[in-house]
């Protein structure tokens, strides 16, 4: 059983996505916070980060977003498929998305983590961005219920 969904539902939520790339040494895995914008997936990284240079050198990759609920029953996949790019990281969209994560009010986030992880304006920040060539959805929640959905209601 399969079913399609819109995936605006989720890309919205502060979801782990994992970013798979591919290296001499075969393929490689890196969890990763992303934001929607503009028709692409923007994703942190660093000049210097693995993700980064594996993907100025093969620039395909692929990339899975689960929500998955256990007690109410929900299950849905979201993919990406195509080519990334690497950014500059704008400060906005950095800001962005970090309050997706870390929530709007800046003055809450914890200064250990800006300071020593984010570094929000280091000029070595990077911004992987990957407008999908292909996307797919699969909506699986139905684990608990049998064949009627958990998620959403509408879906049949």
Same mark, same amino acid.
């Given at each position: 059983? !399969?079913?399609?969904?819109? %995936?605006?539902?989720?890309?919205?939520?502060?979801?782990?996505?994992?970013?798979?790339?591919?290296? $001499?040494? +075969?393929?490689?895995?890196?969890?990763?916070? @992303?934001?929607?914008?503009?028709?692409?997936?923007?994703?942190?990284?660093? !000049?210097? +980060?693995?993700?980064?240079? &594996?993907?100025? &050198? =093969?620039?395909?990759? /692929?990339?899975?977003?689960?929500?998955?609920?256990?007690?109410?029953?929900?299950?849905?996949?979201? *993919? @990406?498929?195509?080519?990334?790019?690497?950014?500059?990281?704008?400060?906005? &969209?950095? !800001?962005?998305?970090?309050?997706?994560?870390? *929530?709007?009010?800046? /003055?809450?986030?914890?200064?250990?983590?800006?300071? =020593?992880?984010?570094?929000?304006? =280091? #000029?070595?920040?990077?911004?992987?961005?990957?407008?999908?060539? $292909?996307?797919?959805?699969?909506?699986?929640?139905?684990?608990?219920? +049998? #064949?009627?959905?958990?998620? %959403?209601?509408?879906?049949?």
């Amino acid at each position: 059983m !399969k079913a399609n969904f819109d %995936p605006d539902g989720i890309i919205r939520l502060p979801l782990m996505a994992n970013l798979a790339t591919v290296c $001499s040494e +075969g393929p490689r895995n890196a969890p990763v916070w @992303f934001l929607w914008e503009e028709n692409a997936l923007w994703m942190l990284g660093g !000049k210097d +980060g693995s993700s980064v240079q &594996r993907l100025i &050198r =093969n620039p395909q990759c /692929a990339v899975e977003i689960v929500h998955f609920e256990n007690e109410r029953g929900i299950l849905l996949h979201l *993919g @990406f498929r195509g080519n990334a790019t690497i950014e500059t990281a704008s400060v906005s &969209r950095f !800001k962005r998305l970090l309050s997706k994560y870390l *929530g709007s009010d800046e /003055a809450l986030w914890n200064s250990w983590f800006i300071e =020593n992880i984010a570094q929000i304006n =280091n #000029p070595a920040n990077r911004m992987i961005k990957l407008v999908p060539e $292909s996307t797919f959805t699969n909506n699986v929640s139905f684990f608990r219920t +049998g #064949p009627a959905f958990a998620w %959403p209601e509408e879906v049949t």
